[in-house]
C-alpha cells in the first residue's frame, strides 16, 4: 500500500512537497547486493524531500528475524540514525554516523551481542573504496563464553579451554582495513578472573601495542593460584616467520 502526499503547484514542481509511505505487508526484496532475498517484510516506510524515515520494519533474512527503526536526514550530508535487533542472532545495535563526503563520520554505535557489549566512534575514510582507512576508538565487554559462537573452527579451537568469565576491553585503531600488520593497534584488557580448562585465573591484565609493522608490547601478568605470571613479548609482521621475542 503506497500513499502519496502532494502540496504545491503543479507547474512548480521543484518548489512542491512530495512525501510517499509506504506500507510493507509480507513483501520480498532480492537484489544482487545481496546474497539472500528479504522475506515477510512489514512496517512503514515513508520518503520527504529532508529524508527517509524506516519503522518498525521487520522480516527475515537468511532465516534470521530482524527489526530496523530509524531515519536518514539531509540528502546532501545524510545523518542517520538507526536500531537493529534480532532475537535470533542474539544482536541489538542502536547507531548514529554521517557522511561527509568520502568519509563516514561514526559519532556512536553502540550494543550488545549475545552477552557482550560495545561501543565504538571513530571514522572511516574513503569508505566506498576498497580499502577504507579506519579511525576508530571504543570498549568491549566481552563475555569469552561468546567466542564459540563466532563460527565452527572458532568453536572446535576453544572447546578443550572452555574459557569463561568476562574482559574489559578498551582499544584504539588506525590503518587501512586490509593491511592488518601496518595497523596502529592499541589494545588493553582486563578481568578479576577467568577460567580456561576449569583453571582459575585471576587479576588478568593484557596489552598490545602495535605500528608499522611491528608489535612493540604483547604482554601478560596474572595470578594462577599461589603464583604469579607474567609475560613480555614482542614480534615482527613483516617477517614471514613472524619471529617474536
Do not use: C
Not at 513483501?27 to 515477510?40: G, S
Not at 540528502?75 to 544482536?91: A, C, D, I, N, T
Amino acid at each position: 500500500k503506497v500513499n502519496l502526499q502532494f502540496r504545491g503547484k503543479p507547474s512548480l514542481l521543484s518548489d512542491a512537497f512530495i512525501g510517499v509511505t509506504a506500507q510493507l505487508n509480507e513483501a520480498t526484496v532480492e537484489t544482487e547486493h545481496l546474497r539472500f532475498p528479504l522475506t515477510d517484510l512489514q512496517g512503514e516506510i515513508t520518503y520527504t524531500p529532508d529524508g527517509v524515515a524506516w519503522k518498525e520494519v521487520q522480516g527475515n533474512f537468511e532465516n534470521h528475524d530482524f527489526l530496523i527503526n530509524g531515519q536518514l536526514n539531509n540528502f546532501s550530508q545524510p545523518l542517520v540514525k538507526s536500531y537493529f535487533r534480532s532475537q535470533s542472532l542474539g544482536l541489538d545495535v542502536n547507531g548514529q554516523a554521517q557522511f561527509l563526503g568520502p568519509n563516514l563520520k561514526i559519532d556512536s554505535l553502540r550494543g550488545r551481542y549475545l552477552n557482550s557489549s560495545f561501543d565504538v566512534k571513530g571514522e572511516l575514510q574513503e569508505f566506498q573504496s576498497q580499502n577504507p582507512e579506519a579511525h576508530l576508538a571504543g570498549r568491549i565487554t566481552l563475555d569469552l563464553k561468546d567466542l564459540s559462537s563466532l563460527g565452527a573452527s572458532v568453536q572446535n579451537h576453544l572447546e578443550k579451554l572452555k574459557p569463561s568469565g568476562t574482559l574489559a576491553i578498551d582499544s584504539s585503531l588506525q590503518g587501512k582495513l586490509k593491511d592488518w600488520p601496518n595497523w596502529k593497534l592499541n589494545f588493553s584488557a582486563k578481568s578479576p578472573e577467568v577460567s580456561l580448562s576449569g583453571y582459575k585465573i585471576e587479576d588478568v591484565s593484557l596489552k598490545w601495542d602495535q605500528s608499522r609493522g611491528r608489535i612493540d608490547q604483547l604482554d601478560m601478568t596474572a595470578r594462577l593460584y599461589d603464583g604469579q605470571f607474567r609475560l613480555k613479548s614482542s614480534a615482527d609482521l613483516t617477517l614471514e616467520e613472524m619471529p617474536y621475542r
